[in-house]
């Protein structure tokens, strides 16, 4: 049952799929849960899905492409909680699959400043409070993908920036370590979440064609952080890879 000395996470893109997940399953194990996202109605969703845990919650809404917002959602949550010891740098998004040559520059800058300018202000902003707060120290994780490893065809910004993130990672986790600030990350393979809808249709492989790919329930995922989240800060995950089974990544499809 969470208390006032239960530990305190902040989960970004909380209104819907892995991050409302994790969410919840933060909240079910003990923790007290800032959820931000853009957008109210989501949000408002996954409170109403916290059903008698929503009082352990603290809802944000936030634009992680924002500098102040970001300092915004941080000063929040010190002031409501006091303390910050979990962030999930969850929020992402893609842009449409279309051939390299015809990814529009909009397209391109709103996925690198979500996936990874999002990340980067988040983690300053987790820094400022994990490196004074007592005691000293928390845990960021960040949500990689399949991609950080292998890309899909027409997916240049989102693999971009998923690779990029595994950089984000091991600097988090070389600069955190004067803090006690570990950071590890979690890539994921083809979780079933709203964002992934569309393969249950099939998608397109890598010699163009276009077949269904195995799915994975994404509480399992969920569970997957909070064991990441749970362990104590002299030992870390650094990277961890869940994934469908059966899901054409390890192998030639």
């Known amino acids: ?19 409302r997940a994790t969410a919840l399953a933060l909240l079910r194990a003990g923790y007290r849960v800032v959820l931000a996202g853009r957008r109210a109605e989501p949000l408002e969703a ?13 809802m944000v809404m936030t634009d992680v492409r924002q500098p102040a917002s970001v300092t915004a959602l941080f000063d929040r949550t010190l002031e409501h909680f006091g303390r910050l010891d979990l962030l999930f740098n969850n929020a992402g998004t893609g842009a449409p699959p279309v ?34 707060q007592q005691p000293m ?26 690779h990029a993130m595994t950089g984000l990672t091991k600097s988090t986790s070389l600069d955190g370590r004067r803090y006690n600030i570990a950071c590890g990350q979690i890539d994921i393979g083809n979780a079933a979440t709203e964002m992934t809808e569309r393969m249950k249709h099939g998608v397109q492989q890598a010699n163009g064609d ?13 569970q997957a952080v909070v064991q990441m989240a749970n362990l104590p800060l002299e030992s870390n995950i650094q990277f961890m890879t869940i994934m469908a089974t059966k899901m054409p990544f390890v192998g030639r499809g």
């Open 1 to 19: 049952m969470t208390t006032t000395t239960s530990p305190v996470a902040l989960v970004t893109g909380a209104g819907s799929g892995i991050g």
């Open 46 to 58: 996954t409170v109403a899905a916290a059903a008698h845990l929503a009082e352990h919650s603290l």
């Open 99 to 132: 051939p390299l040559e015809d990814i529009s520059f909009e397209h391109w800058q709103a996925t690198v400043e979500t996936n990874l300018t999002g990340a980067f202000l988040c983690t300053q902003q987790a820094f400022k409070i994990m490196k004074s």
């Open 137 to 162: 120290g928390g845990r960021i994780i960040n949500n990689g993908s399949i991609s950080a490893h292998a890309p899909r065809p027409n997916s240049a910004p989102y693999t971009a920036t998923k």
């Open 210 to 222: 276009i077949a269904q790919e195995a799915m994975m329930d994404v509480e399992h995922v969920a």
